[in-house]
């Protein structure tokens, strides 16, 4: 699985309806309301970068409320279950 986070600016009022219908989008796992620069986290993933794109370039453009969006494709995962995982077969 290819897991993405795109990083969405949205307009206020919009930010409710906007989370709705990007948790409602194929691929889209989790969203998150945050503060700071960005108003929305949204996680992706899929199973292919063809995905990726449909979803970020054809779906999210038909969100209302969407005005700014910045797109992370995530290389590889450091997590405490992966480190976890490593040390219990001898890799850590």
């Not at 206020?12 to 409602?24: S, T, V």
Request: overall charge negative.
């Amino acid at each position: 699985m290819i897991t993405t986070i795109v990083l969405i600016r949205a307009e206020p009022k919009l930010i409710p309806q906007c989370a709705r219908h990007l948790a409602g989008l194929d691929g889209v796992t989790d969203v998150y309301s945050v503060s700071g620069e960005w108003d929305l986290i949204v996680i992706l993933k899929v199973p292919n970068y063809e995905d990726i794109a449909a979803i970020v370039t054809e779906k999210f453009p038909e969100v209302p409320g969407i005005v700014r969006t910045t797109t992370l494709t995530a290389f590889r995962a450091y997590s405490k279950a992966d480190l976890e995982q490593a040390w219990d077969i001898g890799t850590g």
